[in-house]
């Protein structure tokens, strides 16, 4: 057992947990957060996506004893940011919610991208969208929704 302080979703929090306990672990059962989902849990897929000091990361690939002292924001804390709000419009309003399963990993994945400075257009946003998989294959919703909020350079903005 160890112990590991880190911040979750802007709260400090303190846990004792064996060190090699999963990050995902730790927040569908220590703390109730189920927005993350477990999924090929080898870091492939992307349902389990969090922010890891604000970066979109596999939740399935982080060790206890790799948060202490880091800030980790679940989609539960990212849904109820306003800056998540065309992304959520997007994928609603273009069809890219089908079972929900690969949904909180998408937008999670895509608030970041929508948060970059500069932003990403809509060829850079697919390719940073591929580790986020939809197990309904419904990417032709995702698509629109990735156009709608990066075009491409040429388009404008």
Known sequence: MMRIEFEL???PRVLETPAERRLLAILRED???????PG???GRCGACMVWLDD???NACLVMAWQLD???VTTVEAI???PRSES???ALAECGGLQCGYCTPGLVVTMTH???CSPRPDAACARAQLAGNLCRCTGYGGIQRAVERLFPTADAGD
């Open 9 to 11: 979703n802007g709260e």
């Open 31 to 37: 703390f109730g957060l189920t927005g993350a989902k």
């Open 55 to 57: 970066l979109p990361t």
């Open 40 to 42: 090929c849990e080898v």
């Open 79 to 81: 849904a109820a940011d």
């Open 69 to 71: 002292g880091r800030s």
């Open 113 to 115: 991208l929508a948060d």
């Open 87 to 89: 992304v959520r419009a």
